[in-house]
């Protein structure tokens, strides 16, 4: 495991464990899991499907409060309930853009939404800017969900996190519901969005070229646990210490 200094660490997850149900029908889904991020770094999280990554990352974003162990954000831990100062630091991009906007509300209305709850002011010029950062002109603002492409609404739901100018992104399989034609698009604009804004980033995904053009380093989760870390070097190239994970890789790039 990578030892980052307490004064740069954004992220970090100390001995958590995660279980639906008890007793006989109990389930173990995450399993004493470490990790640590670094300010401005971008980590993947891959595994097979019910392997507790998903899991994690709603632990995180505090849509989980039922967890053992502890979760800190830039060293200050948080409560399992967070409040709404936490929100503001923290945004969540979710797996499928149709589904996590409402369809009844222009985009113009669902990025004023935030700015109200928060605090904020110029709303008019502040979703202006977040529309052009995610490459969309002021006239989408205008529209309803139903009027956007797949890729139109995912950039929506990006700006719709980035509007409250936060240090932390998760991203919850942010390309899985596109096109392959629009997934480069995305990943770029999310690559680009982390190095203006010194962003950091944990994504969670099963999609290997996915995860090694955004990240740099790589958790490989077996059962709920994190079995070992690697560079996105070593995921392209196969080197791995455990044998689930050779087997893994090999898989996906069958």
């Keep these: 495991m990578t030892v980052i200094p307490a004064a740069k660490r954004s992220i970090e997850m100390v001995n958590v464990s995660i279980a639906f149900g008890s007793g006989a029908q109990g389930r173990q889904v995450v399993d004493g899991v470490n990790l640590t991020l670094a300010q401005g770094e971008s980590y993947g999280l891959i595994g097979e499907s019910g392997c507790g990554k998903s899991t994690i990352l709603r632990a995180l974003a505090g849509l989980n409060h039922d967890y053992q162990g502890h979760i800190l954000f830039n060293n200050?831990?948080?409560?399992p309930q967070r409040d709404k100062s936490f929100y503001r630091?923290?945004?969540?991009?979710?797996?499928?853009?149709?589904a996590s906007l409402h369809p009844r509300k222009m985009v113009w209305t669902s990025l004023r939404e935030p700015l109200k709850l928060q605090g904020f002011d110029r709303h008019?010029?502040?979703?202006?800017?977040?529309?052009?950062?995610?490459?969309?002109?002021?006239?989408?603002?205008y529209r309803y969900p139903h009027q956007l492409s797949g890729g139109q609404r995912q950039r929506v739901a990006i700006a719709r996190a980035l509007i409250l100018e936060p240090s932390i992104l998760l991203l919850d399989e942010p390309t899985s519901a596109l096109d392959v034609s629009v997934q480069a698009e995305i990943l770029n604009l999310l690559s680009t969005m982390r190095r203006q804004r010194d962003l950091t980033y944990l994504m969670v995904t099963h999609d290997?070229?996915?995860?090694?053009?955004?990240?740099?380093?790589?958790?490989?989760?077996h059962h709920g646990k994190l079995l070992?870390?690697?560079?996105?070097?070593?995921?392209?190239?196969?080197?791995?210490c455990e044998t689930y994970t050779r087997t893994f890789l090999a898989a996906s790039e069958a």
Excluded: N
């Design 124 to 141: 008019e010029s502040r979703i202006r800017d977040v529309l052009y950062a995610v490459g969309l002109s002021d006239a989408f603002r």
């Design 89 to 98: 630091q923290v945004q969540m991009v979710f797996q499928d853009p149709w």
């Design 76 to 79: 200050r831990e948080q409560p």
């Design 208 to 221: 290997l070229a996915v995860v090694t053009h955004l990240c740099s380093r790589i958790g490989i989760m």
């Design 228 to 240: 070992e870390e690697l560079s996105a070097d070593s995921v392209r190239q196969g080197r791995a």
